[in-house]
C-alpha cells in the first residue's frame, strides 16, 4: 500500500480526495496534464490496493477516499518505520 502512495501523482490524488471531497476523474488531472491511458493506470493502482473507490455517473467516474484509506496509511507508517529502526540496533 506504501508503493501505491510512493508516486508523487497518486500521492496527490490521495490529498486532493482528502481535502476537497469526491471528484470527478476529469477535475483530479494533475497539472501539467500527463496522458489519459497514464492517469488511468494510476487511478487504478490506487482502486486495486483499496484508498479510492470509483462509481460511473453516465460518462464521467467520481473517485472518493476509501472511509478507511487514512486509517490504514497511518497503520502501515509505524510497522515500517518501527521495522526499519529496528533493523539497525
Not at 476537497?20 to 477535475?27: K, S
Not at 494533475?30 to 491511458?37: L, Q, R, V, Y
Not at 484509506?69 to 529496528?86: C, E, F, S, T, V
Request: with cysteine.
Amino acid at each position: 500500500m506504501l508503493a501505491a502512495v510512493a508516486d508523487p501523482i497518486r500521492l496527490e490524488v490521495i490529498d486532493r480526495l482528502q481535502r476537497e471531497g469526491t471528484r470527478c476523474v476529469c477535475d483530479l488531472q494533475p497539472a501539467p496534464p500527463i496522458p489519459g491511458n497514464q492517469f488511468s493506470y494510476h487511478l487504478k493502482v490506487l482502486r486495486d490496493c483499496g484508498l479510492v473507490t470509483a462509481a460511473r455517473r453516465g460518462r464521467w467516474v467520481d473517485y472518493t477516499l476509501a472511509e478507511d484509506a487514512l486509517d490504514r496509511l497511518h497503520a502501515a507508517l509505524p510497522q515500517r518505520i518501527g521495522a526499519r529502526q529496528g533493523a539497525r540496533v
